[in-house]
């Protein structure tokens, strides 16, 4: 009798595991509840952009907006000539200054936030590209690529932080030089965004 119960339960055990093993875990973390507010938003470029950067970061936008939830963010066909940052003036602005080689080769900050209730939304973020480090828009393998590094800001701007277990997540917390694959998101980034709108 017990090696029949032995057996009965070793049964189970196996159909437990596999019927878990079907379930797909999500990995993504966020930020603001409330994301952007209100959305779409417009980000605006620094008036010294070459027109490759403002490409690569209209499609930065482009990937986030094809999530599926619609148009979140787009790049103003205006530009700025601001390069302090962050600059609290109510627009979203990109900048690009010498900030040293501290590690931070683009900063998001959130130069204005609201809170109604326990919900946090963003109003005002400010994004800077840190020249310090080498920066290109087609791929070079020497250099960071701005709209895989951008589009993973963007990702802050909407309401994402930083994703510590998932390398293959645009979120995902660090980029090496000549990463490009994440101007496109992974499913656990879209779905970090539904969470969100």
């Not at 093993?21 to 993504?28: D, K, S, W």
């Not at 970061?57 to 302090?84: E, F």
């Not at 994703?163 to 998101?185: D, F, N, P």
Request: proline fraction near 2%; include cysteine; charged fraction near 10%.
């Amino acid at each position: 009798m017990n090696r029949i119960l032995k057996h009965a339960i070793s049964g189970m055990v196996c159909v437990s595991i596999t019927l878990c093993g079907i379930y797909t875990a999500h990995a993504y973390a966020i930020m603001s509840a409330g994301g952007f507010s209100p959305y779409p938003t417009k980000i605006i470029s620094s008036n010294g952009f070459a027109s490759a950067v403002n490409s690569a970061i209209s499609s930065s936008c482009s990937a986030w907006n094809s999530a599926g939830i619609g148009t979140l963010v787009t790049r103003s066909s205006q530009t700025h000539s601001n390069s302090s940052f962050p600059l609290k003036n109510s627009a979203n602005q990109i900048t690009a200054t010498n900030k040293g080689v501290t590690g931070q080769i683009m900063l998001t900050n959130l130069t204005q936030v609201k809170v109604s209730g326990l919900t946090r939304y963003h109003t005002e973020v400010d994004i800077n590209i840190n020249t310090s480090y080498p920066w290109a828009t087609n791929g070079d393998s020497r250099a960071y690529d701005v709209q895989n590094c951008f589009t993973h800001e963007l990702g802050h701007l909407l309401g994402l932080d930083d994703e510590v277990s998932k390398s293959s997540s645009t979120m995902y917390m660090q980029t090496s030089i000549g990463e490009t694959a994440k101007r496109t998101l992974a499913a656990d980034d879209i779905n970090g965004l539904k969470a969100i709108y």
